[in-house]
Structure formats: structure tokens, C-alpha cells
């Protein structure tokens, strides 16, 4: 009796232990690259990086005028007149690369501000879907292999962008 007693609890215990849990996972870097805000984000950001260079060559091209301006009348002028020109202008390309080195890093700011703006939002979209959808785990799946492998009905990537992009549509 005390055999069957023991081994009917063993099994009572075995079977509550035996729960399942519901595990998935995403690409990380395909969820955040196919994130249509993400896309949208980056076309509008070219614009801005495109701009940046079309002014950075246009003054560059306004030194370089300058300077072969000074070349031809260097020649012309007295040795100080020549030097003290020559200051002005290393000077003023000096000045030109400090603003734009300033408005460059300006930019890679704002354009990384906003890429961790977007990750956020997928984490939190995510984890947000995971309680909704009865998931106990939803791991990432990236280059450092934080998910080595995982069977292709668990890989939830593309219904992870499809309702994102669909909730994001919904926040327009």
C-alpha cells in the first residue's frame, strides 16, 4: 500500500511539474530592420546626411577656390602680405572643419537617439506581445547567439514584425 501510495504521488508530482511553457523566438536585427518606422526613419535621415555632404562639399570646393585664388596673387604680393593671407585662410578652413566635425557628430547623435527610440518601442512591443499572446519566453536571436538554434515553429520573427508594423500603422 505504502508502495502504491509512493509511487501515485510520485506521478501527482511528476505530472504538476510537467506545465508546459510556451518559448519563442525572434531575429532580432530583422525585427528592428524590417520595422516599417525604422525604414521610414532612415529614408528621412539619408535627406538629412545627403544635405550634410552637399554642404560639406560645397564649402570644401569654396576653400579650395579660395585657395588657388591665393596662389595666383601670392606671387604678386609681398612675403608678409602672402603669410598673413595664407594664416587667414588656414584659419578659415580651420574654422570650416571644426563646424562641420560639430554638425557632423550633431547628426550621429540625433540619428542614434532615434534608432534607440525604435529598439525601445520593439522591446516593449515584444515583451507586450509575449503577455498578450501566453508566451512565458520570447528569447532574441542575434550574431552573439544568445539562441544557437531553435526549431522553425518557434522562430515568430515574422508575425513579431507583421503586428508591429500593424500597430504602428494604428499610432498614425
Known amino acids: 500500500m505504502k508502495k502504491i501510495v509512493g509511487v501515485l504521488s ?5 505530472t504538476s511539474c510537467q506545465e508546459q511553457q510556451k518559448i519563442a523566438f525572434v531575429d532580432n536585427s530583422k525585427v528592428v530592420n524590417e520595422f516599417q518606422k525604422k525604414v521610414d526613419f532612415e529614408k528621412k535621415f539619408q535627406t538629412k546626411v545627403d544635405k550634410f555632404n552637399k554642404k560639406a562639399d560645397s564649402l570644401d570646393k569654396a576653400i579650395q577656390m579660395e585657395a ?11 612675403q608678409k602680405n602672402a603669410e598673413a593671407e595664407y ?3 588656414v584659419q578659415k578652413k580651420q574654422m ?7 554638425e557632423e557628430q ?13 529598439i525601445k518601442e520593439v522591446k516593449a512591443f515584444v515583451k ?7 508566451y512565458t519566453y520570447i528569447l532574441g536571436a542575434n ?8 526549431a522553425e515553429s518557434s522562430d515568430i520573427t ?4 507583421e503586428a508591429l508594423n500593424a500597430e504602428s500603422k494604428k499610432d498614425e
Open 68 to 78: 588657388q585664388l591665393f596662389q595666383t596673387k601670392a606671387a604678386k604680393m609681398s
Open 143 to 150: 550574431d552573439a547567439g544568445s539562441v544557437m538554434y531553435g
Open 158 to 161: 515574422d508575425l513579431i514584425i
Open 106 to 118: 550633431s547628426l550621429q547623435a540625433e540619428g542614434q537617439k532615434q534608432i534607440d527610440t525604435l
Open 96 to 102: 570650416q572643419d571644426y563646424q562641420l566635425k560639430s
Open 128 to 134: 507586450d506581445y509575449g503577455k498578450k499572446n501566453g
Open 87 to 89: 594664416q587667414t585662410l
Open 10 to 14: 510520485f506521478i501527482l508530482v511528476l
